[in-house]
Nanobody, 122 residues
Framework: QVELVESGGGLVQAAGSLSLSCDAS????????MGWYRQAPGKQRELVAY???????HYADSVKGRFTVSRDNAKNTVYLQMDSLRPEDTAAYYC????????????????WGQGTQVTVSS
Protein backbone atom coordinates (compact mmCIF):
# COMPACT_ATOMS: atom_id res chain seq x y z
CA GLN A 1 0.00 0.00 0.00
CA VAL A 2 1.55 3.27 -1.16
CA GLU A 3 0.61 6.36 0.76
CA LEU A 4 1.36 10.07 0.54
CA VAL A 5 1.03 12.22 3.63
CA GLU A 6 1.19 15.98 3.30
CA SER A 7 2.07 18.48 5.97
CA GLY A 8 2.48 22.22 6.14
CA GLY A 9 0.24 24.87 4.72
CA GLY A 10 -1.90 27.30 6.64
CA LEU A 11 -2.59 31.03 6.67
CA VAL A 12 0.00 33.64 5.80
CA GLN A 13 0.04 37.28 4.82
CA ALA A 14 0.97 38.35 1.31
CA ALA A 15 4.73 38.38 0.74
CA GLY A 16 5.16 35.73 3.39
CA SER A 17 6.46 32.19 3.11
CA LEU A 18 5.17 28.70 3.71
CA SER A 19 6.61 25.27 3.18
CA LEU A 20 4.88 22.01 2.33
CA SER A 21 6.19 18.49 2.57
CA CYS A 22 4.88 15.20 1.29
CA ASP A 23 6.12 11.87 2.61
CA ALA A 24 5.73 8.84 0.39
CA SER A 25 5.76 5.37 1.84
CA UNK A 26 5.06 1.86 0.67
CA UNK A 27 6.58 -1.02 -1.20
CA UNK A 28 7.57 0.32 -4.59
CA UNK A 29 10.32 -0.35 -7.08
CA UNK A 30 10.97 3.34 -7.68
CA UNK A 31 9.48 6.76 -7.17
CA UNK A 32 9.86 8.87 -10.29
CA UNK A 33 8.46 12.36 -10.75
CA MET A 34 7.02 13.93 -7.62
CA GLY A 35 5.38 17.28 -7.40
CA TRP A 36 2.52 19.56 -6.56
CA TYR A 37 -0.78 20.67 -8.05
CA ARG A 38 -3.19 23.19 -6.64
CA GLN A 39 -6.86 23.89 -6.99
CA ALA A 40 -8.58 27.14 -6.09
CA PRO A 41 -12.35 27.29 -5.58
CA GLY A 42 -14.16 27.26 -8.90
CA LYS A 43 -10.97 26.59 -10.85
CA GLN A 44 -9.37 23.55 -12.41
CA ARG A 45 -6.50 21.80 -10.75
CA GLU A 46 -3.23 23.16 -12.12
CA LEU A 47 0.33 21.96 -12.01
CA VAL A 48 2.53 24.04 -9.73
CA ALA A 49 5.89 22.30 -9.86
CA TYR A 50 7.47 18.90 -10.10
CA UNK A 51 10.88 17.34 -9.84
CA UNK A 52 11.97 14.24 -11.68
CA UNK A 53 14.00 11.34 -10.37
CA UNK A 54 17.21 12.99 -11.55
CA UNK A 55 16.44 16.15 -9.60
CA UNK A 56 15.44 18.35 -12.53
CA UNK A 57 12.66 20.69 -11.50
CA HIS A 58 9.89 22.30 -13.53
CA TYR A 59 7.59 25.16 -12.61
CA ALA A 60 4.43 26.82 -13.73
CA ASP A 61 5.15 30.31 -15.04
CA SER A 62 3.02 31.80 -12.28
CA VAL A 63 5.35 30.52 -9.54
CA LYS A 64 8.77 30.68 -11.18
CA GLY A 65 11.25 32.55 -9.04
CA ARG A 66 9.00 32.32 -5.97
CA PHE A 67 8.51 28.60 -5.33
CA THR A 68 11.15 25.91 -5.02
CA VAL A 69 10.47 22.20 -5.32
CA SER A 70 12.98 19.73 -3.94
CA ARG A 71 13.13 16.11 -2.89
CA ASP A 72 14.99 13.84 -0.54
CA ASN A 73 15.24 10.48 -2.26
CA ALA A 74 16.45 8.75 0.89
CA LYS A 75 13.24 9.76 2.61
CA ASN A 76 10.96 9.63 -0.44
CA THR A 77 9.84 13.12 0.41
CA VAL A 78 9.06 16.06 -1.82
CA TYR A 79 9.02 19.63 -0.58
CA LEU A 80 7.59 22.89 -1.81
CA GLN A 81 9.06 26.10 -0.46
CA MET A 82 6.76 29.00 -1.26
CA ASP A 83 8.11 32.53 -0.93
CA SER A 84 6.69 35.92 -1.87
CA LEU A 85 3.21 34.47 -1.61
CA ARG A 86 0.31 36.28 -3.23
CA PRO A 87 -3.42 36.10 -2.58
CA GLU A 88 -3.83 34.34 -5.92
CA ASP A 89 -1.73 31.47 -4.56
CA THR A 90 -4.60 30.63 -2.24
CA ALA A 91 -5.68 27.07 -3.02
CA ALA A 92 -5.70 23.51 -1.84
CA TYR A 93 -2.31 22.02 -2.66
CA TYR A 94 -1.99 18.37 -3.58
CA CYS A 95 1.23 16.44 -3.87
CA UNK A 96 1.60 13.51 -6.20
CA UNK A 97 4.08 10.77 -6.86
CA UNK A 98 4.61 8.70 -9.97
CA UNK A 99 5.99 5.29 -9.21
CA UNK A 100 6.58 1.77 -10.39
CA UNK A 101 5.64 -1.12 -8.18
CA UNK A 102 7.53 -3.64 -10.29
CA UNK A 103 10.47 -3.07 -12.66
CA UNK A 104 8.53 -4.91 -15.38
CA UNK A 105 5.87 -2.22 -15.43
CA UNK A 106 5.96 0.12 -18.43
CA UNK A 107 3.82 2.92 -17.12
CA UNK A 108 4.06 4.88 -13.92
CA UNK A 109 1.25 4.75 -11.44
CA UNK A 110 0.21 8.00 -9.79
CA UNK A 111 -0.87 8.57 -6.24
CA TRP A 112 -2.20 11.77 -4.71
CA GLY A 113 -1.85 13.27 -1.27
CA GLN A 114 -4.88 14.30 0.76
CA GLY A 115 -4.40 18.00 0.07
CA THR A 116 -3.51 20.87 2.34
CA GLN A 117 -4.96 24.38 2.34
CA VAL A 118 -2.80 27.42 1.71
CA THR A 119 -4.48 30.77 2.30
CA VAL A 120 -2.72 34.05 1.56
CA SER A 121 -4.32 37.18 2.93
CA SER A 122 -3.83 40.57 1.34
Amino acid sequence: QVELVESGGGLVQAAGSLSLSCDASGRVFSFNAMGWYRQAPGKQRELVAYIDAMGVSHYADSVKGRFTVSRDNAKNTVYLQMDSLRPEDTAAYYCYADFLVDPREHRNRRLWGQGTQVTVSS
